[in-house]
């Protein structure tokens, strides 16, 4: 899933209610947060965008990889919590 930082708020909750139908599907999520220009200056918004998403997620998750920044984007990956 490819989010923006400067994203709006009813399109976030779209996105995460799609990363929430995977994960209940038994699917892993990566969540990557792409800055684009001067966002670049300012990469803890990007992480701050991580955690808001990490806290629209209502299936049980896992953070398989923490969130971190590679160039331009700032990548993390979800799995199902396994039962």
Do not use: C, W, Y
Not at 10 to 19: G, P, R, T, Y
Not at 58 to 79: C, Y
């Amino acid at each position: 899933i490819r989010l923006s930082v400067r994203i709006g708020q009813h399109d976030l909750e779209f996105k995460s209610k799609q990363a929430n139908e995977f994960l209940a599907d038994g699917n892993k999520v990566k969540i990557d947060i792409v800055m684009k220009g001067r966002e670049q200056a300012h990469p803890q918004l990007a992480f701050e965008m991580a955690n808001k998403v990490l806290s629209l997620l209502t299936i049980e998750h896992i953070i398989e990889s923490r969130p971190n920044k590679m160039g331009n984007t700032v990548s993390m990956l979800v799995g199902p919590k396994t039962k």
